[in-house]
């Protein structure tokens, strides 16, 4: 059998596949479908200091082949991730990473330290909500992306994963949480989109925009994994349109050390565990015994020996 895991930081995953935050719950729904300890990793939905109740209705819009999202951020909030969350996530059997949004620096710094506790094996700051009305895109700046990662590298001894929002300059804003000391960047958030309601002539959602996400965002994210992985040393995890093992092959492919699924867990509840599957046949297959031949070849000329 090929060895499926990969090594992000100082975490071991058992395999590169993992689910992406906010799509995934804390877990307890889909672990009724299917065994999560079969998942590298589950990313929790955004935690905030204080509970929010995130954005008025409708909060979802379906486009060809996509999806828009204005959710806002809904949490319990910190107090009662740790004491009602994170008990029940310890026992899903594979690593927790517990995704974090804060108004400020500051604040991200506070959740990092409040969530160094046994049982998060790692911290993804979400340095780009689209969603929140009139903030959000910290992370599509170098310098405020640079200011995050050093207060919450101070403040916890954990892996930091820095979340990127897909515009601005993401490559530059990279390598500032490379410098500051994350441990992976995770590319990408959703993009920014609209859709009017022509009854209306309004936009559909209160705070205008969404985040668009789904197959239509592929493309566009594998591109930017791709260059990501040039741009930086530390391990790339490929977020954007992954609905089947062959989306991502293609993003371990372009380099990525990982990939996490979001809107495919809608389109297939399934679709994170057959991906497993399909990727551990893929290696089988050609006697590959890890992913030293394949992640990254598309830089290298391909795949060894491939007509
Ligand atoms: C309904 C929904 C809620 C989301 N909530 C969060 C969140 O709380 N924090 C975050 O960093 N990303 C959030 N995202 C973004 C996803 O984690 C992912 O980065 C994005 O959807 C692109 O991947 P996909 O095309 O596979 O869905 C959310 C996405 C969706 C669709």
Redesign the pocket.
């Known amino acids: 059998m090929p060895d499926l895991s990969v090594r992000i930081g100082s975490l071991t995953l058992k395999n590169p596949v993992l689910v992406?935050?906010?799509?995934f719950g804390f877990g307890a729904d889909y672990a009724r479908l299917y065994d999560p300890s079969r998942l590298g990793g589950v990313?929790t939905?955004?935690i905030t200091l204080e509970p929010r109740r995130g954005n008025p209705p409708p909060r979802?819009w379906e486009t060809p082949c996509g999806?828009l999202?204005s959710?806002g951020?809904e949490n319990p909030g910190v107090e009662a991730f740790l004491r009602e969350e994170l008990p029940r996530m310890r026992a899903l059997g594979t690593a927790v990473v517990v995704?974090v949004?804060g108004e400020t620096p500051e604040e991200y710094a506070e959740l990092a330290q409040r969530l160094s506790v046994p049982g998060v094996d790692a911290i993804?700051l979400?340095l780009?909500?689209p969603n929140v009305p009139g903030k959000g895109l910290i992370g599509s700046s170098p310098a405020g992306t640079a200011r995050v990662v050093r207060l919450c590298r101070r403040a916890t001894g954990l892996d930091l994963w820095a979340?990127l929002p897909p515009e601005g300059d993401v490559l530059a804003a990279a390598r500032a949480a490379e410098g500051e000391g994350a441990t992976a960047i995770s590319a990408?958030?959703?993009f920014r989109g609209l859709a009017i309601d022509i009854r209306t002539g309004r936009p559909v959602f209160a705070n205008v925009t969404g985040?668009l996400?789904?197959p239509a965002?592929k493309p566009l994210?594998l591109r930017l994994v791709y260059e990501l992985s040039r741009a930086v040393r530390i391990p790339v995890i490929g977020?954007?349109?992954?609905a089947g093992w062959e989306d991502a092959l293609e993003f371990i492919m372009a380099g990525a050390h990982a990939v996490?699924?979001?809107?495919?867990n809608f389109i297939d509840p399934l679709c994170a565990p057959k991906l497993v599957r399909g990727l551990e046949k893929f290696l089988a297959e050609r006697g590959m015994e890890s992913w030293e031949e394949v992640r990254g070849c598309a830089h290298r000329g391909g795949i060894p020996g491939a007509a």
Do not use: D, F, R, Y
């Not at 977020?239 to 992954?242: D, F, R």
């Open positions: 992406a935050s906010g799509t990313v939905k955004a979802l999806l999202n959710i951020l995704n949004w993804e979400n780009s909500c979340k990408a958030n959703t985040g996400s789904g965002i994210a977020i954007g349109g992954i996490q699924v979001g809107t495919g």
